[in-house]
């Protein structure tokens, strides 16, 4: 069993910036990819980012290109995020593949972040 816990998120005002952390923990040996997605009160989750497992490749959605970095360190994820606008207010979740499935079936409870305009 992987557990991924999220830290970071906050109040923040538009234009600002914040770094969301994620630590996992228990059979990390198991996971590859970790990510990003987001999600609204009445929308689906979106993805936001993922980087693979030695660090190298990185995938951004498209709305937070050019905006927001995700790097790894082993076990943990980053995600700082820069010039933020109000419509980055949701929960984000930290995401984890395992190499069992290859699917994002392993989730953080997520963190709520708020972007004041």
């Known amino acids: 069993q992987v557990q991924l816990v999220e830290s970071g998120g906050g109040l923040v005002q538009a234009g600002g910036s914040l770094r969301l952390s994620c630590a996992a923990s228990?059979?990390?040996?198991?996971?590859?990819?970790m990510g990003w997605f987001r999600q609204t009160p009445g929308k689906g989750r979106e993805f936001v980012a993922e980087?693979?497992?030695?660090?190298?490749t990185t995938n951004y959605g498209d709305s937070v290109k050019g905006r927001f970095t995700i790097s790894r360190d082993n076990a943990k994820v980053y995600l700082q995020m820069s010039s933020l606008k109000a419509e980055d207010t949701a929960t984000y979740y930290c995401?984890?593949?395992?190499?069992?499935?290859?699917?994002?079936?392993?989730w953080g409870q997520g963190t709520l972040v708020t972007v004041s305009s």
């Open positions: 980087i693979s497992r030695p660090g190298d």
């Open positions: 995401t984890a593949r395992s190499a069992r499935s290859g699917t994002f079936e392993i």
């Open positions: 228990g059979r990390t040996f198991g996971i590859t990819t």
